[in-house]
């Protein structure tokens, strides 16, 4: 269900339209999908986890060697 501002009513889901829009005013009332995350930026996410983590070891052992 949904509330159209426009009309100042409730409309049913089994009334909006294929697009989610108010069957009155045609003003879309119900939010598309949220589009996927790519696989590519996930992968981009967890390689440069992977670098901080690497960088991070690297720093530490760094530390260890010089104090
Ligand atoms: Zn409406």
Same mark, same amino acid.
């Given at each position: #269900?949904?509330? %159209?501002?426009? %009309?100042?009513?409730? +409309?049913?889901?089994?009334?909006?339209?294929?697009?989610?829009?108010?069957?009155? %005013?045609?003003? +879309?009332?119900?939010?598309?999908?949220?589009?996927?995350?790519?696989?590519?930026?996930?992968? #981009?996410?967890?390689?440069?986890?992977?670098?901080?983590?690497?960088?991070?070891?690297?720093?530490?052992?760094?530390?260890?060697?010089?104090?």
């Amino acid at each position: #269900m949904a509330w %159209c501002d426009e %009309c100042d009513h409730l +409309v049913e889901d089994d009334q909006l339209d294929e697009a989610g829009a108010c069957p009155t %005013c045609g003003t +879309v009332l119900t939010e598309p999908a949220p589009r996927p995350i790519p696989w590519y930026f996930k992968a #981009m996410v967890v390689a440069f986890i992977i670098y901080l983590g690497w960088r991070g070891y690297q720093g530490i052992d760094w530390v260890i060697h010089h104090v």
